[in-house]
């Protein structure tokens, strides 16, 4: 399917340009999202005679999209999930989380994820906010508010979590080593004073 970009299409081309795509993502995308119209003759006419006035129109949506964007290009926005001891979350963090989390003027389309967020940490992601213009926040996804401060403070929480289970670990088994050989030396120090005691009985009886 030929079409005529009627806007920028990211990894496709800029307004004006005439591609050829599939049959589907033309039917299913660009046509009813209004960026691009079939290229017939009357069709590229109708472009030429507005082309002024759709370049115009990109030009005031795109500075507005720079303005609304400014405010939370590179903010971090905190996502309290529940996750395992890896940090595996037991859910996802998904683009409409992601979009429900920064707030207007981010709608769910506008979010770049290749696929949702499956893990504890900072999160680098993209919004692209029109065509021309791109943003990018950071989610933090943490189970708690906490651990969502550390990790902003760059710790690793995983790993501390990590360290910390294997300090215990070592402590429970020198606790339990140093148990036993109280025990030990308990049961073999009763043992000694009786063969003390019993000694001289022994030495009288043979004399």
Known sequence: MELVLLE????LGNMGDIVTVKNGYGRNYLLPQAKALRATKANLVRFEAEREFLEKRNAETAANAKSEGADIDGKTFIAIRQAGETGI?????SSRDVAELVGEPVKRSMVVLEQPIKALGLHDVRIKLHPEVSINIVINVARTEDEAVRQAAGEDVIATQQDED???????????????????????????????SEAPAEEASEE
Do not use: P
Not at 8 to 11: A, D, F, L
Not at 183 to 193: L, Y
């Open 8 to 11: 920028r299409v990211e990894n």
């Open 89 to 93: 979350l037991y859910g996802s963090v």
């Open 166 to 196: 294997k300090a215990d670990a070592q402590e429970d088994a020198a606790e339990r080593a140093q148990l036993a050989k109280d025990m030990f030396e308990g049961e073999h120090g009763d043992a000694a004073e009786e063969d003390l």
